[in-house]
T-cell receptor
Framework: EAQVTQNPRYLITVTGKKLTVTCSQNMNHEYMSWYRQDPGLGLRQIYYSMNVEVTDKGDVPEGYKVSRKEKRNFPLILESPSPNQTSLYFC?????????????FGPGTRLTVL | SQQGEEDPQALSIQEGENATMNCSYK?????LQWYRQNSGRGLVHLIL?????REKHSGRLRVTLDTSKKSSSLLITASRAADTASYFCATDRRGAQKLVFGQGTRLTINP
């Protein structure tokens, strides 16, 4: 089954404790992206990657890191999480140009930073 | 500036009625996409309409695009309880490989 998976689905952590949210897709997609969703602000893009070893900042990259060492994986790293990073996070992937193709979304990771 | 602002923010109708949601955007686009999100879950792609298209259908969905007014509408006909969800439009920015999502319309279908 074609899908995007994220782990963990729920995470409660404390300020400053490094964490990684994994994202994996099995559709051989070139393009992957991370979003955060907050009430009243909609979805905002954090980082995206157009292919292996090619990443770029989205609209809200501060406090986050990403890497794309393999085509299928695109982990999101929070080196020193802060309470303002409490949010619902989504990973997405698409084949080719994102403007021309639908994005497939993962189920989401709900992160709480205390 | 934000691309893709949906209107209304919330819409509540009776099952069987038609639901119309609107999206406005600010800059030139290549394509516009609509997505659905059930509460707290990942978004699901509904339809993509290209800038040179004016109308597109998919099942009970009808999407229109007016590039002169920088607006799009999503019509869901003969609504069902299962259509209860939030609906988002997403626009690209010419020259940039990213989609920008609006804040969405929360649609409630009452049985």
């Amino acid at each position: 089954e074609a899908q995007v998976t994220q782990n963990p689905r729920y995470l409660i952590t404390v300020t400053g404790k490094k964490l990684t949210v994994t994202c994996s897709q099995n559709m051989n997609h070139e393009y992957m992206s991370w979003y955060r969703q907050d009430p009243g602000l909609g979805l905002r893009q954090i980082y995206y990657s157009m292919n292996v070893e090619v990443t770029d900042k989205g609209d809200v990259p501060e406090g986050y890191k990403v890497s794309r060492k393999e085509k299928r994986n695109f982990p999101l790293i929070l080196e020193s999480p802060s309470p303002n990073q409490t949010s619902l996070y989504f990973c997405a992937s698409s084949s080719g140009l994102v403007s021309n193709n639908e994005q497939f979304f993962g189920p989401g990771t709900r992160l709480t930073v205390l | 500036s934000q691309q893709g602002e949906e209107d209304p923010q919330a819409l509540s109708i009776q099952e069987g009625e038609n639901a119309t949601m609107n999206c406005s955007y600010k800059t030139s686009i290549n394509n516009l996409q609509w997505y659905r999100q059930n509460s707290g879950r990942g978004l699901v792609h509904l339809i993509l309409i290209r800038s040179n298209e004016r109308e597109k259908h998919s099942g009970r969905l009808r999407v229109t695009l007016d590039t002169s007014k920088k607006s799009s509408s999503l019509l869901i006909t003969a609504s069902r309880a299962a259509d209860t969800a939030s609906y988002f439009c997403a626009t690209d920015r010419r020259g940039a490989q990213k989609l920008v999502f609006g804040q969405g319309t929360r649609l409630t279908i009452n049985p």
